[in-house]
């Protein structure tokens, strides 16, 4: 999306529109709740009781506790990068070694097909000299 001067002066309003409401003390977003039975509605129902769903605290610990939330996203986030990159330094080296072992299990194998081959070979050449009657040496 590209973002106009209509865009901003929009976001602009919207902000001054929320901090006023803010300023306000939060009485724009008040509403009724009523507890009815073991369920809560915006409506009032008979035998429902009004609850009280301000929030107590004071703009300071409002504040103090955004401020720890915030900080605790940021470790939660420096967390999950450091994980992260322990999980794809682990799967490099998971990599390494599998492919280590792979050259090791071809060149076993590569070295047993020549010790083969040589057997044959050997064995073959006896056969030749018992055919011709020439003595194994």
């Known amino acids: ?26 009485a724009a977003f008040a509403q009724s709740v009523y507890r009815c039975g073991s369920t809560y509605s915006h409506a009032p129902c008979p035998q429902g009781k009004p609850v009280d769903v301000a929030d107590p605290r004071e703009p300071a610990q409002v504040e103090q506790a955004r401020a720890q939330t915030a900080r605790d ?8 990068r450091e994980n992260a990159e322990r999980e794809a330094a682990r799967r490099k080296a998971l990599k390494q070694e599998a492919l280590q072992a792979r050259k090791h299990a071809l060149a076993q194998h590569r070295a047993w097909l020549r010790q083969e081959r040589a057997r044959k070979a050997a064995r073959k050449h006896d056969t030749r000299k018992a055919v011709s009657g020439i003595p194994a040496s």
Not at 1 to 26: N, S, Y
């Open 1 to 26: 999306m590209i973002i106009t001067g209509f865009h901003l002066a929009r976001m602009a309003l919207l902000l001054l529109l929320f901090a006023w409401m803010l300023q306000q003390g939060g």
């Open 73 to 80: 996203q940021r470790l939660a986030d420096q967390l999950h």
